[in-house]
């Protein structure tokens, strides 16, 4: 009875030390689960446990009930999901500390600062540690979210994750500490900026085996959205009188664990949890918001630990010295203990103090308006649209079933891969295998396989509307907003190209193409008695473009007014304006952004999905026509070898040290950006100015008839009061077309609606 001696044992001392107000277990079932579904090898190297365990099982299981703990258990999920989902529901309670009892480390993923910790057990119940934010980090080197992306790297063979193959802790740990996910990580590795550190076999290995890490993270990771009953009343713990609990011990023989019950029943329990056994350290920087201000936000200084009391605008200005230092804690420590005169003087050197106190710190609190906004939400079209989904991934789901003639997890690589190349017979010809000779099903590799079998269309159709689901549909189902409003989160520096970013939602990525896109963007409305404006630049880089590049042919087509797809199709093509069909302004547009991306005739042929001899004749042609182009492509390589950096309009610095590499696959990359980087960065500069100035112009932090509401791009949208909308827009449309003089005209288009689904 070992299993229940040391479960009643666990209770007595958590109850003695924690004091705790609500409790909860969860359980696993013996039941599979969906990551059994998703891969057949999960845990398959443990072995059953014996029937004497299992009996041990359910006598602790009954002693839990029996000290009046609720408990938890749910088909086709763990017990750490529940635990997740639990820690998820209730961690925003005000004055709870959650405490989550394990001895399995993978639990750290969900530790939150000192609200959410994991209190374990190193050998015995005598060496405890409790785990907070600070202690995982002393542990790993970065923070607790970031455990699923180590393991997605290094694997787990507890779980029987495989990982990466070749990748141990240690290089995993200096990995995930450098670029804290697995996008980041192949986003460098994928433009050959990878760690220096990083010898040309791990390189290749990580390379190859993209699926196997992003796989084995989703695995690792603990879902936080299991469908649970409960609310905290239903939790709350009434510390006795444990009879039930009291006759389960003596059942067994416990004499003196029934001794240390009836101590509870007589003494109070001791002072709720203290970090006994974690590691101590000074608290991590957390960026803050600056304050509004004259002339905007300063930086106040340091305090005695270090830490910059005004964190976001030293940041900030951190970012504007170099961009790549997104993240807090990529900036160099230095700079925290950096005086404000010092720093200040930096800037002004580098002609960026004024663009940073104009722009960029007032910018700041505007972002932090905008999240306190938010824009509305349509529960009833979140409704219908998550049925159409549900629906239609059904039908795919059938007919991809009728077809592969078995049902199956569509989402498992391993099932998908048999039913492909074994079952249908696929061949595998061009797709890439995994170090351990598996063929890919990444979508870039199925899509190499659409003119084999139907099947393929309708599964990357299933995939298609499940990111929909997931992505845009299924949170705001689960979890709608009390306020009835989306608060997405901006990032002002989270970008080397200085475009500003959101998440939780992303509202930059909701869909605008695709049959579901309108019907997805009509759930985010304008409130009562207030219509949405998007004021949306037009060809907004390529008219940058003709400006720095100075074509005089681009300017003049922009001055005239003219498509500039058309003028570029009908010099590619070689034939006139009037002659120039849809397809060829397609494949123009494609040429036109290509070009402004550094696109050789390579890429260019992939993507028109033409020859590259017929890419390289479109390249020919274009040049020969925007001949401004094609020297500032080269001019401005020129000078970034040299300079080692290339700058936009305002002069923010894109570093770029890999320009000289001796590797033709990196030194290409760097080209890529070095051309791009400067007219990007102008376009997200001008949109930030445009910002800063409608907020004044408008007052915005005061007037409740003008709300900016995102930020997408090239794109403003607002929430105006349905009376002064002809008058606001006319203004606005203003503000934005005049924020900087060109050689060529700025030109601002207008849409408005109930929602974002129906501007017009």
């Known amino acids: 009875m070992g299993a229940v001696y040391g479960v009643a044992s666990i209770l007595l001392k958590l109850i003695r030390e924690l004091a ?21 090898a999960y845990k398959a190297q443990r072995a059953e446990a014996p029937n004497e365990l299992v009996a041990q099982f359910e006598k602790s299981r009954a002693l839990i009930r029996a000290f009046g703990i609720a408990t938890f258990e749910k088909i086709g999920f763990e017990a750490d999901d529940i635990v997740g989902a639990l820690k998820e529901r209730f961690k925003k309670e005000k004055d709870l500390t959650i405490v989550i009892v394990s001895g399995d480390l993978d639990l750290l993923q969900l530790v939150e600062d000192d609200r959410v910790v994991v209190y374990t057990m190193k050998k015995s119940l005598k060496d405890t540690v ?110 006795g009188p444990f009879k039930e609990a009291e006759r389960i011990l003596r059942e067994f ?25 974690g590691i101590q350290k000074s608290p991590p920087l957390k960026v803050s918001r600056v304050e509004r201000g004259e002339g905007g936000a300063e930086v106040r200084g340091t305090s005695a630990q270090g830490v910059c009391e005004e964190p976001h605008a030293l940041h900030l200005a951190a970012w504007l010295l170099d961009s790549e230092q997104k993240e807090p804690e990529d900036v160099d420590p230095a700079l925290f203990s950096t005086k404000k005169e010092e720093l200040i003087e930096r800037l002004k050197r580098e002609k960026l103090y004024e663009w940073y106190r104009d722009v960029e710190l007032p910018l700041a609190p505007i972002l932090e308006l905008m999240e306190r906004r938010g824009i509305g939400l349509d529960r009833k079209q979140v409704e219908n649209i998550r049925r159409e989904l549900l629906a239609g991934k059904k039908v795919v789901e059938k007919r991809i079933f009728a077809e592969a003639k078995e049902e199956f997890n569509v989402n498992s690589p391993l099932v998908l891969r048999r039913i492909l190349f074994e079952k249908l017979a696929l061949s595998p010809k061009g797709i890439r295998k995994t170090p351990g000779g598996e063929l890919s099903t990444q979508s870039s590799e199925l899509a190499k396989l659409r003119y084999q079998h139907h099947i393929i269309a309708d599964i ?93 042919k681009m300017m003049e087509a922009f001055r005239r007014g003219e498509d500039i797809h058309r003028r570029t199709a009908a010099a590619v093509f070689n034939v006139d304006l009037s002659e120039v069909t849809p397809q060829m302004r397609r494949q123009a547009k494609t040429i036109n952004f290509g070009i402004l991306y550094g696109m050789g005739s390579l890429a260019l042929a992939e993507q028109l999905e033409v020859p590259r001899s017929e890419a390289q004749a479109f390249l020919e042609g274009y040049f020969r026509e925007f001949d401004g182009v094609a020297r500032y492509r080269h001019t401005i390589l020129v000078e970034a070898r040299k300079k080692g950096f290339v700058s936009t309009m305002v002069g923010r610095k894109r570093f770029l040290p890999t320009l000289n590499s001796s590797l033709a696959f990196v030194r290409a990359e760097a080209e890529r950006m070095a051309i791009n980087a400067p007219i990007q960065g102008s376009q997200a500069d001008m949109i930030k100015k445009a910002m800063v100035a409608i907020a004044r112009e408008f007052n915005l932090f005061e007037n409740d008839d003008v709300r900016l509401l995102l930020q997408i791009h090239d794109e403003l949208v607002f929430e105006i009061k349905n009376e002064e ?3 606001t827009i006319k203004r606005i449309k203003e503000i934005m077309e005049h924020v900087e003089t060109l050689s060529v005209p700025l030109v601002v288009n207008v849409r408005k609606g109930p929602s974002l689904g129906e501007l017009e």
């Open 130 to 239: 409790t785990y907070d934010e600070a202690a995982v980090r002393e542990r790993y080197g970065f923070a607790p979210k970031y455990l699923p992306d180590f393991k997605g790297l290094k694997g787990d063979p507890s779980d029987n994750i495989i990982g990466v193959k070749g990748i141990g802790e240690k290089t995993a740990a200096h990995l995930i500490q450098q670029y804290l996910t697995l996008e980041k990580l192949y986003h460098a590795l994928k433009r050959g900026v990878g760690p220096s550190w990083l010898s040309p076999r791990l390189t290749t290995l990580l390379c190859e085996q993209e699926e196997e890490a992003l796989f084995s993270r989703e695995l690792a990771r603990i879902r936080m959205d299991v469908p649970l009953d409960t609310d905290l009343a239903s939790l709350a713990w009434s510390g």
């Open 253 to 277: 023989h416990f004499p003196s664990l029934v001794e240390r019950l009836e101590s509870l029943k007589h003494n109070s329990p001791s002072s709720p949890l203290t970090l006994r056994g």
């Open 20 to 40: 705790p107000t609500h409790m909860a277990a969860a359980f696993d079932l013996p039941s599979p689960t969906f990551r059994h579904q998703a891969y057949e």
């Open 460 to 552: 990357m159709r299933h995939r298609e509307l499940a990111k929909l689901l997931t992505t845009y549909v299924e949170p705001f189902a689960r979890d709608f907003p009390e306020d009835g409003r989306v608060h997405s989160t901006f990032h002002q520096t989270a970008t080397v190209t200085g475009r500003l970013s959101s998440s939780d939602p992303n509202m930059q990525n909701v869909p605008i193409k695709g049959d579901f896109a309108a019907d997805i963007r009509k759930m985010f409305r304008a409130s009562e008695g207030f219509t949405l404006v998007a004021f949306d630049y037009s060809q907004f880089e390529l008219r940058i473009a003709a400006h720095v590049a100075r074509d005089e």
């Open 725 to 727: 909308t002809a008058k």
